[in-house]
């Protein structure tokens, strides 16, 4: 038989995105639908969290499932994520009183995240993790899986495909200010998203003839939206990794950015909604994603990409 004819080993690179991540559970609906085949995933932060899930149990039912029902969970309260999002006022009467207070709880939130190691305690993290995950190690998982961090130390991209999914996927949840490092092997993990936001590089790595990956990072914002040197601060670190991001993304066979709009990453209300965009979108790729399967040689890589 020729070596083209083989089997195409599929990898699923999802990117970070915290609450807009959701969307992950959607594609991986659309894709179980149609039969596609997922034979490895990477992800970074939400994506790794979606991600690693599917990789232990391979049905996307009970996935979905259980990530809902966490959102009703004491222990998701717990970490008091609602806090930190900025409401729009729909109350002409309240505006004053309410942009003070919105003022209010953005200084008291970035004064904390200045002071204190983290925003949620590592107590709350493990037992969210706890929630979702079994106590396993990568290499018991159903579907070959790795996750991504930063180390802070080295300043270097660590893939992480073996030892403890929990510890693995803290160590790449690990937003700066939000949630704590996690020391793995003398180094000082963080979030993956600040180095390799959607993990394509570490599925070719891992074996991937046909990679797609999945974005669901935030839109461009309005530069006039930023209001105070802090606000610029962070425009400036989302471009720069925005367009980092679109470099990696280049290595991509096929790329799905479910149009999951501009949103608070710390949103989850909107859970069905995003989950939904993320299916409609992929099964909108649907048709490019079975030519690209039944392709004799896999496509070439490092093709110009860009955003929807």
Not at 86 to 107: H, T, W, Y
Not at 239 to 250: E, G, M, P
């Amino acid at each position: 038989m020729p070596a083209w004819f083989r089997k195409k080993r599929v990898g699923l690179a999802l990117g970070g995105g915290a609450a807009r991540g959701l969307a992950h559970i959607g594609v991986l609906q659309a894709l179980e639908e149609a039969d596609v085949p997922v034979d490895l995933i990477t992800g970074t932060s939400m994506g790794a969290i979606i991600g690693a899930m599917y990789a232990v149990d391979p049905r996307i039912d009970p996935l979905q499932e259980r990530v809902l029902e966490f959102f009703q969970s004491d222990t998701f309260r717990k970490a008091r994520l609602d806090f930190v999002i900025e409401r729009k006022n729909k109350i002409d009467g309240e505006g004053f009183f309410f942009r003070f207070s919105q003022l209010a709880r953005k200084k008291i939130f970035f004064t904390l995240a200045m002071t204190m190691i983290s925003f949620v305690s590592q107590e709350t993290r493990d037992q969210s993790l706890e929630f979702l995950l079994p106590d396993i190690n990568i290499e018991d998982t159903k579907l070959p899986f790795a996750a991504i961090a930063l180390d802070l130390e080295s300043g270097q991209e660590v893939v992480l495909k073996s030892g403890s999914l929990r510890q693995a996927i803290a160590a790449t949840c690990a937003l700066p200010g939000i949630l704590p490092p996690v020391e793995v092997g003398g180094m000082k993990l963080v979030d993956g998203g600040w180095i390799d936001a959607v993990p394509v590089g570490p599925a070719q790595e891992m074996g991937a003839d046909l990679v797609l990956a999945v974005d669901v990072g935030a839109e461009q914002q309005d530069p006039d939206s930023s209001s105070s040197g802090l606000d610029i601060v962070f425009r400036a670190d989302a471009a720069t990794r925005y367009a980092l991001s679109n470099l990696q993304l280049q290595m991509a066979d096929l790329v799905i950015c479910p149009s999951v709009g501009i949103s608070h990453w710390a949103d989850f209300s909107r859970a069905d909604e995003i989950i939904a965009k993320g299916r409609y979108s992929t099964l909108e790729r649907l048709s490019e994603i079975k030519a690209l399967l039944k392709l004799k040689e896999p496509k070439k890589k490092f093709r110009f990409f860009t955003r929807n």
